[in-house]
């Protein structure tokens, strides 16, 4: 199985700072990471596809990259609705996801 | 407008069974794969049952296979989810979502549900 490991567990952020969570996999997964946004009591949102495919409606502030085993998923300028939790996840080899990132506010 | 509408989580007894809904609409069921993802209470996503846009084939989790059942009705853009010997471990939101790609089964996940609540009592 593949294994996901997200850093930081937790992040303490700024408005307009820029924010960068990293996403490890345990064997190459080649492009096929994807990226969600959650919120306390919501479900989980798209952001991210294909490593860096920004999703639709997506503001651009969200970009992602990476391939093989190394990913990154970044916020250029912190904004308040962004205060989350941030999950990476692999579709290589059936599904996996990472154990998350909550940005919180510092 | 996609929407996706579970339903059927309650309170189990460990050892029970249930049989969890999604009603969707807003695109065209039967030509993507969709999927089954749950939560536990302040816990992390883990992905539980995928099956593709005719229903032949399906994709279970380890921790699931064997007791849990995905299936779909397409006449009526249903998916299901049938699980069996539940233990209080698997006490989490239920999610259903939608495959974002028409070519491929195992893809990212584009349109989820608000979930539905499955509490296994020990």
């Known amino acids: 199985d593949i294994q996901m490991t997200q850093s930081p567990s937790t992040l303490s952020a700024s408005v307009g700072d820029r924010v960068t969570i990293a996403c490890r996999a345990s064997?190459?997964?080649?492009?096929?990471l994807a990226w969600y946004q959650q919120k306390p009591g919501k479900a989980p949102k798209l952001l991210i596809y294909?490593?860096?495919s920004l999703e639709s409606g997506v503001p651009s502030r969200f970009s992602g990259s990476g391939s093989g085993t190394e990913f990154t998923l970044t916020i250029s300028s912190l904004q308040p609705d962004d205060f989350a939790t941030y999950y990476c996840?692999?579709?290589?080899?059936?599904?996996?996801f990472g154990q998350g990132t909550k940005v919180e506010i510092k | 407008e996609v929407q996706l509408l579970e339903s059927g989580g309650a309170l189990v007894q460990s050892g029970g069974s249930l049989t969890l809904s999604c009603a969707a609409s807003?695109?065209?069921?039967?030509?993507?794969?969709m999927t089954w993802v749950r939560q536990a209470p302040g816990k992390g996503l883990e992905w539980v049952s995928t099956?593709?846009?005719?229903?032949?084939?399906?994709y279970y989790a380890d921790s699931v296979k064997g007791r849990f059942i995905i299936s779909r009705d397409n006449s009526k853009n249903t998916l299901s989810l049938q699980m069996n010997s539940l233990g209080a471990e698997e006490t989490a939101m239920y999610y259903c979502?939608?495959?974002?790609?028409?070519?491929?089964?195992?893809?990212?996940?584009?349109?989820w549900g608000q979930g539905t609540l499955v509490t296994v009592s020990s």
């Open positions: 099956v593709t846009g005719g229903g032949e084939r399906a």
């Open positions: 979502a939608k495959v974002g790609d028409t070519t491929m089964a195992i893809a990212h996940f584009d349109y």
């Open positions: 064997q190459s997964i080649s492009h096929w």
């Open positions: 294909k490593a860096s």
């Open positions: 807003g695109f065209t069921f039967n030509t993507y794969a």
């Open positions: 996840q692999q579709y290589n080899t059936m599904w996996t």
